[in-house]
């Protein structure tokens, strides 16, 4: 006798968890994208001395790394809402980190602007890295939805 064998079809829950690991690898490449404007601007974008104001939008490269700013709160916020729906706490724990942590990124960069500090910029850096080792850990822990 002759054996079929089909692959099964993704549970609803493992089709969503997909669906995380597939946002946070967007959010990982959009995040490595707002670092390189970031650094192109710390090294091209003209910086008053410390403690005067940048304003928010003096340099074109500057804006750039503003409106990515904003796409990068628009999906973490799309990731929190997909993990909500899943059964993972790990889903729903990183995706929440992920958003504060860009949104503490937001901050600091809005702090940035208004005085120029090395404070503000290491808080830029490190809110960075939380978010990005929050979207990895979904990239390495949550299923792919492949069989």
Request: with cysteine; glycine share 12%; hydrophobic share 55%.
């Amino acid at each position: 006798m002759s054996e079929t064998r089909t692959a099964a079809a993704p549970t609803p829950t493992a089709a969503k968890l997909a669906r995380v690991r597939s946002q946070s690898m967007g959010l990982v490449f959009m995040l490595i994208i707002q670092f390189i404007l970031g650094i192109i601007y710390n090294l091209y974008g003209s910086m008053p001395a410390d403690g005067k104001s940048i304003g928010l939008f003096s340099n074109g490269w500057l804006i750039v790394h503003e409106i990515m700013g904003v796409l990068l709160l628009l999906a973490a916020i799309g990731l929190v809402a997909a993990s909500m729906g899943t059964s993972s706490g790990l889903a729903k724990a990183t995706s929440w980190i992920g958003l504060i942590g860009i949104i503490a990124a937001i901050g600091a960069g809005i702090g940035f602007t208004r005085s120029v500090g090395n404070g503000n910029s290491l808080g830029m850096s490190l809110a960075f890295a939380i978010a990005l080792a929050c979207y990895v850990i979904n990239l390495a822990r949550l299923p792919s939805g492949e069989s």
